[in-house]
Each structure stands twice: as structure tokens, then as C-alpha cells.
């Protein structure tokens, strides 16, 4: 390959930018031109590109967000999306490209080089959903992860305070596992998820519970996906039954997806940059590098679509009714 177009798509995750540093400065030492592409597929349609070198991306480890920007882009689902797309590539003789983003990104992505296969692209997983397959984690899950049980943690101060039930919205539309690993990290006493039916009237006993065991407060998690319904409904319907505790909702929202980084993120990102633009240049094409047991590998995107999503792992939501008796 001789020039490759770098694009960040869907929503922004933090770890993105050490991801685009390491994408750019791994292909210009190999002697690769790059291409940076604003708002993901939007810019490579409406041809909003420009010439990146080595210090184009200085300074952007710590930043969270995307310095490339991005877009949720529906034209791209189009056949003639995707064919404006490949000509503007082909006027800046770019031969790869690296695409950063979640499912919606890789499902742009495959259609793209199933209709023309002579440009090599590659998927990085980046979202805060971490439901990927072919990578345990994605960019950005750590450091929401971390964000969301800092919020958490300042709501515990308030429940605590005031005897207060707190539920509270985190972010996964259809992935519970920013909820069941901040609910574990923050000693909820339930955490509802889009993968799993939660009888309320069995949450509804686990609160009483904790009332008859003198809880001073109680939190329970609620996953954005999750299909109880409309959080202030539930926290109505819950209301009816506890009378004794306060009850408060707090839905955390974007927060979750912005700040600097993690040290995990940004060196999950440094590794799948350059494990990308490696597997580029070795002729792989349609994959998406991730990483498993702490070992780089490339998996058909494919494949990372329609695999298994995020395993809701049975032994640490058992652990939470264990642990916050
Ligand atoms: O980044 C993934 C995600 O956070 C989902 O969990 C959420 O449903 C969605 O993005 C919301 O994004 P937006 O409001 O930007 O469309």
C-alpha cells in the first residue's frame, strides 16, 4: 500500500486519538502517505480530507474525543453512498483504509469493500459498549468505565447522607457491560440489564432486604437498553412498594463518553494503530485487530459482527447478589 485514509465513525470513545497517532506515525515510518478523513464515512462522501504527517498528531494521547471528528452517516448505507465515496478515494490514490469506530462503522465498513475489494480495510474497535467480537475489550470501555464509578461514587456520598435509592441510567443500548462492571466496582445492590429480564418484583424483595438489613442506601444500576421500560416509571413503580427509603434518579449521559484517556486506553489504542496498519501492509484486508489474553490478533469483520456480542458473564452478575447483602 502507498496511502492510506484514517476515519473515526459512530460515537466518539476516549483512546481514539492515541489510536489515530499510532495509525499515522507506524504508516509514515513505513514509507506510507496518510489521509485523515473528517466525520468518518460523511467526510469520505462529501471529500472533506486532508495530508496528515508525524506531527499532525502531537499531543493528542491525553485528549479524549477525536481530533478527526466523527458522524453517524446514513448515506453510506446507500450503494451510490458507497460508490461517491470510492471515487474520491480513488482521486487521492489511497488504497487502505483504516476504519475506528463500533458495529455501525464495521457494517459501513464490510459492505464498502464487499463492493470494491481493491481497497484493504482494516476495523479498530472503538466504542464504550465494548460489544465487539474478536477483541475482550474495545477502546474506551475502560476509561467510561472509570468515569461512570466516579459518578457513582459521589451519588453514593448523597444516598448514604439521606437514606436514598438512587437509580441510575449508564450508557449501552443494547450492551450491559458498562453497568455490570460499575455495578460491581461500586457495590450496587441491583444492576438491570439489556441482556437479561429482570423481574422487578424479585428487585422489588432484594431493596426490601436491604431496608430489613438497615441499609443506610441503596443503588441500583439501570443499563440505557435495558427492557424494564422508562427508568422513572420503574423508580415510580418501586416507590409504591418501599415507602421508606427516598428515591432519586440520576441518568449519567454523555459524560460517560468524553475525558482523557486511561493508561489502558491509550495503550490499547498505541497497539491496535499499529497492529492495524501492520496487518495492512502484510496484505489483510476486511478484519479488525483486537485483542485477546493480551495478544494482538486480526479477526474477519465479518465475523466480528455476527459473533458472539459482549458474554454476559453469569458468575459476576451471581457475585453482585452475593456481595452487597
Ligand atoms: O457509543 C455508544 C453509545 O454510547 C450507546 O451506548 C448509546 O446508546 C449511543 O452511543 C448514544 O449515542 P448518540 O447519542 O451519540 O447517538
Redo the contacts with the bound molecule.
Keep these: 500500500i502507498s496511502k492510506l485514509g484514517v476515519l473515526t465513525s459512530?460515537?466518539?470513545?476516549p483512546g481514539m486519538n492515541p489510536c489515530i497517532r499510532a495509525v499515522v506515525r507506524t504508516a509514515i515510518y513505513n514509507g506510507i502517505s496518510v489521509v485523515g478523513i473528517r466525520q468518518g464515512y460523511k467526510g469520505l462522501i462529501e471529500n472533506d480530507m486532508f495530508e496528515m504527517g508525524t506531527r499532525s498528531v502531537s499531543n493528542i494521547l491525553n485528549l479524549g474525543g477525536t481530533i478527526l471528528k466523527t458522524a453517524?452517516c446514513m448515506e453510506f448505507h446507500t450503494v451510490e453512498g458507497r460508490e461517491k465515496a470510492y471515487k474520491n478515494l480513488k482521486d487521492h490514490d489511497i488504497d487502505a483504509l483504516v476504519v475506528i469506530g463500533?458495529d455501525g462503522t464495521f457494517t459501513g465498513a464490510l459492505k464498502f469493500s464487499q463492493q470494491f475489494p481493491d481497497v484493504r480495510v482494516m476495523g479498530i474497535p472503538g466504542?464504550?459498549?465494548n460489544d465487539l467480537y474478536g477483541s475482550t475489550y474495545t477502546l474506551g470501555f475502560d476509561t467510561a468505565t472509570n468515569t461512570v464509578i466516579d459518578a457513582i461514587d459521589k451519588i453514593r456520598d448523597t444516598a448514604d447522607s439521606h437514606d436514598r435509592l438512587f437509580f441510575i441510567e449508564v450508557?449501552?443500548?443494547d450492551?450491559g457491560a458498562i453497568a455490570l462492571r460499575a455495578g460491581i466496582a461500586c457495590g450496587a445492590e441491583g444492576i438491570l440489564l439489556p441482556e437479561k429480564a429482570t423481574a422487578i418484583d424479585e428487585l422489588i424483595e432484594l431493596l426490601k432486604k436491604g431496608e430489613f438489613n438497615k441499609k443506610s442506601s441503596s443503588i441500583v444500576i439501570v443499563a440505557?437498553?435495558d427492557k424494564s421500560g422508562n427508568i422513572y416509571d420503574l423508580a415510580k413503580k418501586v416507590k409504591q412498594q418501599i415507602s421508606n427509603y427516598d428515591i432519586k434518579v440520576t441518568v449519567l449521559g454523555?459524560l460517560?463518553?468524553g475525558g482523557a484517556p486511561s493508561s489502558f486506553d491509550r495503550i490499547l489504542g498505541s497497539r491496535l494503530g499499529y497492529a492495524a496498519v501492520n496487518a495492512l501492509m502484510s496484505g489483510h484486508t476486511q478484519e479488525m485487530v483486537g485483542l485477546e489474553a493480551n495478544v494482538i490478533k486480526t479477526t474477519p469483520i465479518e465475523e466480528a459482527l455476527t459473533g458472539h456480542k459482549f458474554k454476559l458473564e453469569d458468575d459476576l452478575l451471581q457475585m453482585v447478589d452475593v456481595l452487597s447483602i
Design positions: 459512530g460515537g466518539d470513545a453517524r463500533g466504542t464504550i459498549d450508557m449501552g443500548r450492551s440505557e437498553g454523555h460517560q463518553r
